[in-house]
């Protein structure tokens, strides 16, 4: 049976790569420190361990216990706003932690390494962005990830280590973390709804960003290192049509069966525009049919209604106070 690693396994984008890799025969062992993600969101008969990738101790154990042929990194503290203001944090988290996981995959000669890297890697001016575009991020959370996806490639070209990277974008659906207030703007949507909040949009709402459902793209992660031409590849993965911030909170009050308010707040330092192109990725794992938004924006919406609404937390070690938007202090 393979043996398969997947970190952040508890997470959002993590639960259904379990659940995918199952079905495709699996034996999962999943790594998750619980900082965003919940245990509930696992099926109960995954072998589980908590801790941090960040733990050098715990990862080396891990790996010289378990023959890991694969191992699918999806753990990440995924805030690109908030990493402007998280720096050190940013950089241990989601680039030390990384270099632990590939440096025992190196010793252990894992036969793939799946990463789940991010269009903030391109930052902003490359419309559509494509894989084979000039890399610019402009925030550390875009940074660490450009820092790992090359780290990767010095790792194969030196070892042979085998990867697969992918970039998605504007992921949502269910298992989000609805509690998170710096992050994934759809369950921030829906939190606030099911408060009788109004929903909080930077600026004016006219951003866009192509929103994806998460049933779209995990069955593409877990089921790459089945693609041997795929190896050693980057893939943007995600939808194509765009909509404005605006437009998606009232798609949101509609699935949700609330009027809804809008509260503007100042505009924050981010892209304004962000789509890509998926060609590459439709060339290689083939064009299954997208689901819509107002369908996703339906499932999730059944899902956080079970649930129920979460209270924000405040991420309490901000390292850098200038600049922080206000709403983040609230």
């Known amino acids: 049976m393979k043996i398969s690693l997947v970190t952040g396994g508890a997470g959002f984008i993590g639960s259904h790569v379990c659940r995918e890799l199952r079905m495709l025969g699996h034996h999962v062992i999943v790594l998750d420190d619980l900082s965003g993600g919940f245990k509930q969101n696992l099926p109960n008969d995954l ?3 908590q801790g941090s990738i960040t733990d050098t101790n715990l990862v080396t154990k891990l790996f010289e216990q378990n023959k890991f042929e694969y191992v699918y ?8 706003g908030l990493s402007h203001f998280i720096r050190r944090f940013n950089y241990e988290n989601n680039l030390l932690g990384s270099i632990n996981l590939i440096n025992e995959s190196i010793k252990c000669k894992v036969s793939c390494f799946v990463f789940t890297s991010s269009i903030a890697v ?6 559509p962005m494509h894989e084979d575009g000039l890399p610019l991020p402009e925030d ?4 660490s990830k450009l820092a790992v996806e090359q780290d990767l490639k010095c790792a194969h070209d030196m070892f042979g280590l085998d990867y697969v990277i992918f970039r998605p974008h504007n992921v949502y659906g269910e298992y989000q973390n609805l509690g998170d207030k710096y992050r994934n703007v759809v369950g921030i949507f829906m939190n606030q709804l099911m408060q009788d909040q109004p929903l909080t949009i930077f600026g004016d709402g006219m951003q866009t960003r192509a929103f994806s459902y998460v049933g779209d793209i995990a069955p593409i992660i877990a089921n790459s290192v089945n693609v041997p031409n795929a190896r050693n590849q980057v893939f943007n993965i995600g939808a194509d049509e765009q909509y404005t911030v605006k437009h998606l909170g009232e798609e949101v009050c509609k699935v949700m069966g609330k009027e809804g308010r809008i509260r503007y707040v100042e505009a924050r330092n981010e892209v304004i525009h962000a789509y890509s192109s998926h ?3 439709r060339s290689y794992f083939g064009s299954p049919k997208p689901t819509a ?8 919406a059944e899902w956080a209604k079970k649930n129920g609404a979460k209270r924000s937390s405040t991420f309490s070690n901000i390292e850098i106070r200038e600049k922080l938007p206000p709403l983040w202090l609230e």
């Open 47 to 49: 072998e589980f361990v």
């Open 122 to 127: 391109y930052g902003k001016g490359q419309l």
């Open 73 to 80: 990194h999806l753990a990440a503290y995924a805030a690109e």
């Open 279 to 281: 060609e590459k990725a």
């Open 140 to 143: 550390p959370y875009g940074i």
């Open 293 to 300: 938004l107002n369908e996703g924006l339906r499932k999730m």
